[in-house]
């Protein structure tokens, strides 16, 4: 008798517990994720740290365009996308597509920010796929989301909720009754000032 075909599942699902770990045990809250270098959708070396700036980053490491969740992921990150962007907040995507499929995969979703193109799958045999990650600034882990499951993927409702502990620990002038803040905008002081702080005290 001919052996049972083996579903698509199936062999994702021993493709992942074959390649290793769920993820580095190196990469938890607290840790540094590592500062990657990889071609962007319009094919510039780009790195993390570089699209990160001192912003929080939302990172998607994803499968790529193939995948139906990640696909349903990318179109809730795209409806969220303009409150990220208003809110001095990074994101990317890695993905294991080649450029043009990653270009596809970006159009396919409406994605605005940049999506990183790794076919050598160097993030996956770290192995970090697939997972999303909050970072604060200097790639600092804040939290992770195993994604292998769809309820495993953060809701954009969690994403907020990091966001919101990220950027209160991060910014000085979160609360702007904090003791001094005050006396630092009058003597024109922008350096507690998130933006203002690229301001020169005599412009």
Known sequence: MAPATTSAGTIAANRYLKD???VR???APGGIFPDYELPDHENVPRRLSELQGEDPLVLTLSRGH???KEHQQHLELAAFYPKVADAYTQMATIATDDHHVLQEFRASV???WAFLSDPGRIVQKDPMIPHTLVLKAGLVIHSIYNGYWFWGLPSVEDLRRDLRAVTSE???DWDLSTPGLRD???A???APF???NKKSAGA
């Open 20 to 22: 290793g770990p769920i």
């Open 25 to 27: 045990s190196d990469i």
């Open 66 to 68: 193939y995948c139906p």
């Open 110 to 112: 409406g994605a605005q």
């Open 170 to 172: 991060i910014r000085p």
């Open 184 to 186: 630092a905008w009058n």
């Open 188 to 190: 024109a002081n922008w």
């Open 194 to 196: 998130h933006g203002w």
